[in-house]
């Protein structure tokens, strides 16, 4: 156990994050996210005004559909990342991380009144449950798992209402479960009782995050890596205002000093954050996130790097002053199951 953005949270159970992390990619993993923040927010207007503030387009969305999107400040920084949820067209749920869920409500109360947000995470409790056999694992259960990915549903759970997310933070197929604290212990009970389903902590949730290259806000994105360096553009409406904008589109246009890229080591070793990484033996940047790859057996990282590198470029991490080979490549450093 360790303590984690306020939460007391389990980094991994007797089984260990390598067979938690195995667990995910070839059978079911249930994870504990009840740290994260949940916020709903309620208007006619309120898809307007969040559109103020949020890089993505909430008008994209029909009703049950989810999006990835940031919030950024005035200089392109990222405030939090998060998923948004279109639930009707005059509420919308936001699942911000759990250390910026205060700076994520503060910004949207700015903009639809504080009257229009309630924090739900004192009453709710999330559990994702991930890996191929997530569906046969919720099947049993009598939850549905047949919508599309990024989508929800509502669900009658033990009678309790339970909104059933085709989401996760793994690349593998899998859902997240908004359910009532009333039910949450229960409803865990019964999941981990079910065939072939591991109970995962937070080491597990690392490594199987970084393998599909996705950013950790305060590593991989934060106030000094945009989404431009990240390589969010794609979670970016370019053709329409919001927050930060200008400041993004003036690094679209000019170019940017480092971007975010994935790096393979082909020696023993493993990378962790602020460790340097050279090229041609000088300094071309900086791992943000980095790990032992169970799937693999090697490490892998995430790493701001000069943007002339790119997949295929030789580079070396150095590693407490061992300088070890490593490869430039594109994440997703491993596949995945069909979402």
Sequence with gaps: MADFAGWHMPIE???????EHRA???????????????????????????NAILTNDLDRLSANDVQYTLLCDDDGGVVDDMLVTRLAADRHLIVPNAANTDAVRSAVEAQVGSDAVTDLAGSRSLIAVQGPGSGAALAGLGIPTAHDY???????????????????YTGEHGYELLAPNSIAAQLWEDLVDQPHVAPCGLGARDTLRTEMGYPLHGQDISAQITPV?????????????????????????????????????QGRGVPRPGMTVLAAGRDAGVVTSGTFSPTLRTGIALALLDPSLGPGDAVTVDIRGRHVAAEVVKPPFVGSSPK
């Design 229 to 265: 360096m990240a390589g969010l553009s794609w979670a970016v409406a370019w053709d329409r205002p919001f927050q930060g904008r200008p400041a993004l589109q003036r690094q679209r246009e000019q170019g940017v000093d480092r971007r975010l890229r994935g790096v393979r080591l």
């Design 150 to 168: 990024m989508t929800v549903r509502s669900a009658d759970v033990l009678g309790e209402p339970v909104l059933v997310s085709r989401t996760g």
């Design 24 to 50: 995910v990619r070839g059978g079911c993993g249930l994870f504990d996210v009840s740290h994260m923040g949940t916020l709903e927010v309620a208007g006619a207007d309120a898809a307007a005004a969040l």
């Design 13 to 19: 159970y007797p089984a260990g994050t390598v067979a």
